[in-house]
């Protein structure tokens, strides 16, 4: 693999927060680090600006070996080429932006950092502002400083570690517009760290699924929405429909997996990765649900249909969120009664069309391409989380 | 009558303690704020000793190690030639250990007030350790500093018990201005006394005022 500009991490450690992480980010890229809190993602981020030092760990950038525990390679921050913008953003109170960003060019010659340093603050959009103290600038104002300073530097990887998350929901959307169009002039790897999975979604080229300090997925955020390596990760992405099954036949020449859940047979696309038997996972996006029309039925109402009583009817604008709990011929077992309600999205309209309220029965099918199996293991290690 | 010679003294003792305490209290605050060790509690609490000490007391121990039977006494004979107690050096040497918790506190204070992630931030920047103590730490916790040596001077200044106990009362050497009203006093020149006390007084005063309107100023820009 070409290592030009790219970042590669390994970490590992005990204390004081476990850490298990493998990633990689090329040139240019946008990795989000997703998990909930406690997650080690803040930590990671340390480690790669080298402020943190686990004990076992290669972290390589560009070419250049950073830290790699084994040959006692360990370069100190200073030297480390990063761009690290803090979640409160760290500035330095007692420097104006024009000052915080010029603390930062120390690596240039004197003559042109002054100069540098505006045209950094104006690319942030905060020409005019060059001389305000950090107190004088508002949440949103604070973060440009931080990011021009991250990018004084010239660094070889960008970190950013939930930037976001300090600001108001429209200052914040004003920034995510920001970040997308910086990007496109930014050659090197940026890596950022928020909780928020939709800010993961939208901003990143892939995500990494982080659960106390263990890399559990890497993908781009559609692969680990439809296609969750597992049920810890389905739950932790927030998938409203995960369940148990046990897988019952294979059917290679149809190209069909059958799994039993609660009774029902469902026709699944080919796994052939689950021996006949084996108890899974599976999840389906809450739009691989197709409510079936009370007044007119239709051909494709055979795909595996399912019947069940409304019990949730929620219109948020246009859509309207539907959990129908589902007729199982099996009892209710340890995941209680909630675990045999499917959440699928339909227009309001066809809601109201269709008479769609709490109380009402109704039918849908779960279109089988959407249906996605997962292994059972580790929704059972961490169901405490 | 004006004691000029017991004045200038004390105004000596008090700039040497400032002199020499200041690096090593930037030093032992900075560790206080921001290293987690074993003992750390302990250490604090042994630098603390002297705010409630009888300085009598502190100055009697004092006394014993700087005497001929100790280790230190002896070799501070064998080195410099006289005794380390009843000399301009025994008084200094008690000074910088009585003034401690006054020029430590104020200045440990300050650097906690420090946000956490400023300092790493620097080193980000590509700042040196040097350059990140010149420019970030040293002037956002310039007001506790600087309210520390105000601090340590005035209270050299006025230091009475522990000067009596370990320097006695030699002029030139170690009759300080606090010693030397309490001689007058002693001797009912009460004038004398008055003038020195107002003086010390005055000299008390503009420190405060100074470590005050210091620490007010740096306060709005404290936050961020």
């Given at each position: 693999m070409a290592a030009e500009g790219r970042l590669f991490i390994r970490l590992a450690q005990r204390a004081p927060i476990p850490l298990a992480a493998t990633f990689d980010c090329a040139p240019g890229e946008v990795l989000a680090l997703t998990g909930?809190?406690?997650?080690?993602k803040s930590t990671i981020l340390r480690c790669i600006a080298g402020l943190d030092r686990p004990p076992d760990a290669r972290i390589e950038c560009a070419g250049e070996v950073w830290l790699d525990t084994q040959r006692r390679i360990g370069i100190s921050p200073q030297r480390r080429s990063v761009g690290l913008v803090f979640?409160?953003?760290?500035?330095?109170?007692?420097?104006?932006a024009l000052g915080n960003v010029v603390a930062a060019?120390?690596?240039?010659?004197r003559a042109e950092r002054e100069s540098r340093a505006r045209a950094l603050l104006a690319s942030v959009?905060?020409?005019?502002?060059?001389?305000?103290r950090p107190v004088e600038l508002s949440g949103g104002q604070q973060q440009r400083v931080a990011m021009a300073r991250a990018l004084a530097r010239d660094p070889k990887v960008l970190l950013l570690d939930e930037?976001?998350?300090?600001?108001?929901r429209v200052t914040r959307h004003k920034l995510y517009r920001e970040l997308a169009e910086l990007r496109r002039q930014l050659a090197m790897p940026i890596v950022l760290v928020t909780h928020d999975l939709d800010e993961a979604a939208m901003l990143a080229d892939r995500m990494c699924i982080l659960h106390r300090g263990r890399t559990l997925q890497i993908g781009t955020p559609h692969e680990i929405r439809t296609r969750p390596a597992d049920a810890l990760v389905a739950r932790l992405v927030d998938l409203r429909n995960v369940f148990e099954g046990v897988v019952r036949a294979q059917d290679a020449p149809a190209g069909r997996t059958r799994v039993e859940w609660r009774g029902i047979v469902l026709e699944v696309a080919h796994a052939a990765q689950f021996a006949v038997g084996t108890r899974v996972a599976w999840t389906i996006p809450v739009g691989g649900v197709v409510l079936h029309r009370r007044d007119r039925p239709s051909r494709g109402e055979r795909e595996n249909p399912v019947a069940g009583m409304v019990v949730e009817c929620v219109e948020l604008g246009d859509d309207t969120t539907v959990g129908l709990a589902v007729d199982t011929t099996v009892g209710l077992g340890v995941d209680g009664p909630a675990a045999a309600q499917i959440t699928l999205r339909v227009p309001t309209h066809v809601a109201r069309r269709n008479g769609l309220a709490v109380g009402v029965r109704a039918g849908a099918s779960l279109l089988a391409i959407a249906i996605h199996l997962m292994p059972w293991r580790d929704s059972g290690r961490d169901a405490q989380a | 009558m004006m004691e000029w010679q017991a004045l200038a003294l004390s105004l000596k003792l008090a700039g040497w303690t400032v002199a020499l305490l200041l690096p090593a209290a930037l030093a032992i605050a900075r560790v206080l704020a921001w290293k987690r060790f074993a003992g750390r509690r302990l250490v604090e609490a042994a630098l603390a000793m002297p705010l409630v000490l009888p300085p009598t007391v502190l100055g009697y121990y004092l006394l014993s190690a700087f005497g001929a039977n100790s280790a230190l006494g002896r070799a501070f004979v064998a080195v410099v030639g006289h005794p380390l107690a009843f000399s301009f050096a025994g008084l200094l040497v008690a000074s910088l250990i009585f003034n401690l918790p006054f020029a430590i506190q104020p200045m440990q204070r300050a650097f906690e007030a420090i946000p956490a992630d400023v300092r790493p931030a620097a080193a980000c920047c590509g700042m040196s350790p040097w350059r990140i103590f010149a420019e970030i730490e040293l002037p956002l916790a310039w007001p506790g500093v600087l309210s520390a040596m105000v601090l340590t001077f005035a209270h050299t200044l006025g230091e009475f018990g522990v000067v009596l106990m370990v320097?006695?009362?030699?002029?030139?050497?170690?009759?300080t201005i606090a010693i030397a009203i309490y001689d007058r006093v002693q001797a009912f020149d009460t004038r004398s006394a008055g003038l020195m006390a107002a003086v010390l007084l005055a000299l008390s005063l503009a420190a405060i005022a100074v470590a005050y309107s210091t620490s007010r100023r740096a306060e709005p820009a404290g936050g961020g």
């Open positions: 909930p809190s406690g997650s080690g979640q409160q953003y760290a500035l330095f109170p007692h420097m104006s060019l120390g690596h240039r010659a959009h905060l020409a005019g502002l060059e001389h305000r930037p976001f998350a300090a600001v108001d | 320097g006695g009362n030699i002029p030139g050497e170690t009759r």
